[in-house]
């Protein structure tokens, strides 16, 4: 229990460093176009899964 | 040069969540209908395996990718290695680093097999009692995190710019899914994949319980590694008679928190 509680804390921490890390280095916000042509991505996907459903 | 770099980035800023997001929703709906295998309780065993998967990617990607190694920031760094005095053209490089990146994943996945410690940990995706797509995704943060480290120092020793793994993953990640996926796919899949790619039954061969099939198809995205190195098993008509790790078959083994304790508490009944 120990060992996993530590694990938890050790990751809240890091992460939060990780990310302000992210913040400053690395442009990481995308554009609407790359979020639009990704959810068009996602979108055939889903049709894609519905359409396999539905096969004879 | 500069211009095929912006290319294969902007691919991999849209291709990553895309495709795998994509991918997961197209077998979480074909699934639901279809099922290779009906089991009880598939919505627990999603949830459960995608609880394990976001702890990893946090973990892997934020601590170990981002935290320790700095991997996020040095993404776009021109490295220099071994490969670097040869002077390649981007796209040889690209080549080289996808080809490097998954023998070293095949590397890392046979010494998973053979290291007690590394076993420990890579016995979390290999006890999953059903084989379905969020078996593609459950690994242990720490089996992520040495995975993650193989596949970048390989990199950095050979002077491949680190995002050449993200042209990989978009690949990569839809094929894991698909590899553990509980649909029956198109016989031209396995037909028309096998000489290039690990496929479904391939990869269902390495998922018996008991050898020789846990011992072969160690290949990640290409085949031809298990080819050239002796490992390949192809698959037989039937499914392997036993699938996964039967002294981790129990429910205490399956939870989120008990895969992630699966390395210390499995020490004593783990081979």
Redesign the interface.
């Given at each position: 229990m120990k060992?996993?509680l530590s694990?938890g804390l050790?990751?809240v921490s890091?992460?939060a460093?990780?990310?302000s890390?992210?913040v400053v280095?690395?442009q990481s916000v995308?554009a609407l176009d790359?979020i639009g042509?990704?959810?068009?991505?996602?979108?055939?996907?889903?049709i894609?899964?519905?359409i396999?459903?539905?096969?004879k | 040069m500069a211009n095929l770099q912006a290319v294969l980035l902007e691919a991999v800023r849209v291709g990553y969540p895309g495709l795998t997001l994509g991918g997961f929703l197209f077998l979480l709906i074909w699934e639901g209908g279809r099922p290779r295998v009906a089991f009880a309780d598939r919505r627990r065993h999603v949830l459960r395996n995608v609880g394990l998967f976001v702890v990893m990617v946090v973990f892997a990607d934020g601590v170990v990718g981002g935290a320790l190694f700095g991997i996020r920031a040095r993404l776009l760094d021109a490295q220099s290695g071994l490969l670097t005095a040869l002077d390649w053209p981007l796209w040889a490089l690209v080549v080289a680093g996808v080809l490097a990146t998954d023998l070293a994943s095949y590397a890392y996945h046979r010494l998973s097999h053979r290291i007690h410690a590394l076993w420990l940990m890579h016995a979390v995706h290999h006890s999953d009692p059903h084989l379905d797509f969020t078996t593609g995704l459950r690994f242990h943060p720490l089996d992520m995190a040495a995975y993650v480290a193989a596949v970048a120092g390989i990199l950095v020793v050979l002077g491949i710019p680190l995002w050449v793994e993200g042209v990989r993953a978009l690949l990569l990640n839809p094929l894991s899914m698909a590899q553990h996926a509980n649909v029956v796919w198109p016989v031209w899949v396995e037909r028309g994949c096998r000489w290039l790619l690990v496929t479904p039954a391939m990869h269902r061969v390495h998922h018996s319980a008991d050898a020789p099939g846990i011992d072969a198809n160690f290949g990640q995205v290409f085949s031809f590694w298990d080819r050239a190195f002796g490992t390949y098993r192809a698959p037989a008509a039937a499914d392997p008679p036993r699938i996964g790790v039967p002294v981790l078959a129990a429910d205490r083994w399956q939870t989120v928190g008990g895969m992630l304790a699966t390395p210390w508490r499995a020490r004593s009944v783990l081979p």
């Amino acid at each position: 229990m120990k060992r996993i509680l530590s694990l938890g804390l050790l990751l809240v921490s890091t992460t939060a460093f990780a990310q302000s890390n992210s913040v400053v280095f690395v442009q990481s916000v995308p554009a609407l176009d790359e979020i639009g042509v990704a959810g068009l991505i996602v979108l055939v996907g889903a049709i894609g899964g519905w359409i396999a459903r539905r096969r004879k | 040069m500069a211009n095929l770099q912006a290319v294969l980035l902007e691919a991999v800023r849209v291709g990553y969540p895309g495709l795998t997001l994509g991918g997961f929703l197209f077998l979480l709906i074909w699934e639901g209908g279809r099922p290779r295998v009906a089991f009880a309780d598939r919505r627990r065993h999603v949830l459960r395996n995608v609880g394990l998967f976001v702890v990893m990617v946090v973990f892997a990607d934020g601590v170990v990718g981002g935290a320790l190694f700095g991997i996020r920031a040095r993404l776009l760094d021109a490295q220099s290695g071994l490969l670097t005095a040869l002077d390649w053209p981007l796209w040889a490089l690209v080549v080289a680093g996808v080809l490097a990146t998954d023998l070293a994943s095949y590397a890392y996945h046979r010494l998973s097999h053979r290291i007690h410690a590394l076993w420990l940990m890579h016995a979390v995706h290999h006890s999953d009692p059903h084989l379905d797509f969020t078996t593609g995704l459950r690994f242990h943060p720490l089996d992520m995190a040495a995975y993650v480290a193989a596949v970048a120092g390989i990199l950095v020793v050979l002077g491949i710019p680190l995002w050449v793994e993200g042209v990989r993953a978009l690949l990569l990640n839809p094929l894991s899914m698909a590899q553990h996926a509980n649909v029956v796919w198109p016989v031209w899949v396995e037909r028309g994949c096998r000489w290039l790619l690990v496929t479904p039954a391939m990869h269902r061969v390495h998922h018996s319980a008991d050898a020789p099939g846990i011992d072969a198809n160690f290949g990640q995205v290409f085949s031809f590694w298990d080819r050239a190195f002796g490992t390949y098993r192809a698959p037989a008509a039937a499914d392997p008679p036993r699938i996964g790790v039967p002294v981790l078959a129990a429910d205490r083994w399956q939870t989120v928190g008990g895969m992630l304790a699966t390395p210390w508490r499995a020490r004593s009944v783990l081979p």
